[in-house]
């Protein structure tokens, strides 16, 4: 078993387009993968594995929610599963706490937007990552450019800070970005992710190679 932790505590990051994706493109790999929906609001996650799990054509990928207090623990009942992707909701601390300590069985995965704003809310994250290695040995935490513009310039003051965070919490960032791309959103309204949706819709191989190279690069991370 595997976990891959998405969090950022501020919302509108894509933490759920980034897990479904990575989700469903391992199920297309042949694995047994559960994803967890932490968003006890919205449930989007859920909504989009149900209309997944509806098309036979495609992967079928199992999907719950769990409760933040006793996550650590009860995600380890699931340990007949090859992969869980724990997509977590934004705004609440102990939510965050509970997901971040899950990322001691594999790896944290912070999407991040190039802007201020969504920085310093990434920095609480890094911070409770910090008092969770007190106690766990959390090793594989990388942040993860998403919503991307290589056209702009990454404002000067938030690089500085991604490159001072990467040295003072030991964390990367992840060499394959995801660019802002109509197909992420139109996928997920057919329970699809952008590879297989690639194969029903032209022009979105971009989107479908910047999957495909996220989840090798995460696969290598967790080998």
């Not at 994803?35 to 990928?61: H, Y």
């Amino acid at each position: 078993m595997k976990v891959i932790s998405v969090v950022n505590s501020k919302g509108g990051t894509g933490k759920t387009t980034i897990s479904v994706n990575v989700a469903t493109r391992l199920a297309m790999l042949g694995n047994k993968v559960l994803l967890v929906d932490m968003d006890e609001k919205q449930n989007s996650s859920l909504k989009v594995v149900e209309i997944r799990n509806g098309n036979a054509e495609l992967s079928p990928i199992s999907a719950v929610t769990m409760k933040a207090k006793s996550l650590y623990k009860d995600i380890q009942n699931y340990s007949n599963f090859d992969f869980i992707v724990v997509d977590a909701g934004a705004g609440d601390n102990e939510l965050t706490r509970a997901t971040v300590a899950c990322a001691a069985f594999g790896m944290l995965l912070i999407p991040l937007k190039a802007s201020g704003l969504d920085y310093w809310v990434t920095d609480d994250v890094l911070n409770t990552l910090e008092e969770w290695r007190s106690y766990f040995t959390i090793d594989n935490t990388y942040l993860l450019l998403n919503e991307y513009d290589p056209k702009q310039n990454m404002a000067k003051g938030i690089k500085e800070a991604i490159d001072e965070a990467c040295g003072k919490y030991q964390v990367k960032v992840m060499e394959t970005k995801i660019l802002n791309r109509v197909a992420y959103k139109e996928s997920l309204l057919n329970g699809m992710n952008v590879i297989e949706y690639a194969e029903v819709k032209r022009h979105t191989e971009k989107a479908a190679a910047e999957l495909e190279a996220l989840v090798n690069e995460i696969l290598e991370i967790l080998k």
